[in-house]
């Protein structure tokens, strides 16, 4: 499972593909807080159930220091995180 991550201020809004590009499921809009952080996660087991996906890579802009909190609790979540230069 591939999920991209729209970084901003306040709300990000994450897509997920599968390895062939194909989209998986809708988009998700959450809050730049754990809160938000917990509804990614939840988004993210819940489509790997779905489509029966065995690994999670979540790729990220680093838009000034909004991307951070996220990109390091995921990293806690034993998640493989990445940026992505735009």
Excluded: C
């Amino acid at each position: 499972l591939i999920v991209g991550v729209d970084i901003a201020q306040q709300l990000h809004v994450a897509r997920a593909v599968n390895f062939r590009g194909i989209v998986v499921g809708d988009p998700l809009t959450f809050e730049n807080n754990e809160e938000g952080f917990v509804k990614l996660l939840s988004w993210i087991q819940n489509l790997q159930k779905l489509k029966n996906l065995d690994s999670i890579i979540v790729g990220m802009e680093p838009t000034g220091h909004y991307w951070i909190n996220l990109s390091k609790w995921l990293y806690n979540q034993k998640i493989e995180v990445v940026t992505v230069n735009p």
